[in-house]
C-alpha cells in the first residue's frame, strides 16, 4: 500500500499536465554526465495513464540488478521511448551540458506519437518547440522522468561493459567511467584510451 501511495505521488505532474489538457507527456533525463569516460545517454519516455510499475524510481536509489528488471519492465510498458546518445568526441567538442541537450533532444526526435509535454530533469531545451517543465530532482518526483532516468542509466551502463571488453585495463565493468580511484589509477597506469573525454582528464595528456 505504501509502494503505491508513493507511485501516487509521483504522478503529480503528469495528473496536473493532464488537468490542463496535455495527453502524450514524456519524461526525460539522462545518465553519464559526471563519468571521465563514454557516451552521455538521454531516454525519453511515455507511459500511459495509470501506467503502474513497483519499484520504479531514480534510477540512483536502485540497484543494478533491480534497474535491469525495471528496465525491461518499462520498454514493455511505454507507449513509445527514445534513447540518444552524445560521444565522448561531441562531448569535448561541445561541452557536457550541450552534449547532454542534444543526447535529449537525439532521444525526444525518436518519439511516436510526438509529445505534446515534455517533462524534463532540470535542463531545458531551447530549441525544442514543446511545451517543457524543468523539475528539479525530477527523476524523484515525476514517474515518467523515472521511467527516463532507468533507460538511460540501464543503457549507459550496458554500453560501458561492453567497452570494457575493449579496454579490460580501465575496469569500465565496475565503475562504468566514472572518476573511482580505481580508474584513476588505471589511467596513471595506461594513459588515456580512445574512450577518455579529454575535457575531463586535461591532467593527463
Not at 511515455?46 to 533491480?66: A, F, H, M, Q
Not at 567538442?93 to 533532444?105: D, G, P, Q, S
Not at 584513476?184 to 573525454?197: E, P, Q, S, V, W
Request: with cysteine.
Amino acid at each position: 500500500m505504501d509502494e503505491l501511495l508513493r507511485i501516487e505521488k509521483m504522478y503529480e505532474y503528469e495528473k496536473a499536465a493532464r488537468l490542463q489538457g496535455h495527453i502524450v507527456i514524456a519524461g526525460v533525463d539522462e545518465a553519464g554526465r559526471g563519468p571521465l569516460a563514454g557516451p552521455v545517454v538521454a531516454a525519453a519516455c511515455v507511459l500511459r495513464e495509470g501506467t503502474i510499475i513497483i519499484g520504479l524510481n531514480d534510477s540512483k536509489k536502485i540497484s543494478e540488478k533491480k534497474r535491469d528488471l525495471l528496465f525491461d519492465q518499462v520498454k514493455n510498458q511505454a507507449i513509445t521511448y527514445g534513447i540518444g546518445f552524445s560521444s565522448h568526441i561531441e562531448i569535448d567538442e561541445i561541452n557536457i551540458l550541450n552534449a547532454t541537450k542534444l543526447a535529449m533532444r537525439r532521444a525526444i526526435m525518436q518519439l511516436d506519437p510526438v509529445p505534446d509535454l515534455l517533462l524534463m530533469d532540470a535542463i531545458e531545451l531551447k530549441d525544442v518547440n514543446i511545451q517543457q517543465i524543468p523539475i528539479i530532482k525530477g527523476d524523484s518526483l515525476s514517474f515518467s522522468i523515472a521511467a527516463a532516468s532507468i533507460l538511460a542509466k540501464v543503457t549507459r551502463d550496458r554500453l560501458m561493459i561492453e567497452i570494457s571488453e575493449k579496454y579490460p585495463e580501465y575496469l569500465f565493468a565496475k565503475h562504468k567511467g566514472y572518476g573511482t580511484s580505481e580508474h584513476y589509477d588505471a589511467i596513471r597506469a595506461n594513459g588515456l584510451c580512445d574512450i577518455h573525454r579529454r575535457s575531463f582528464t586535461k591532467g593527463y595528456w
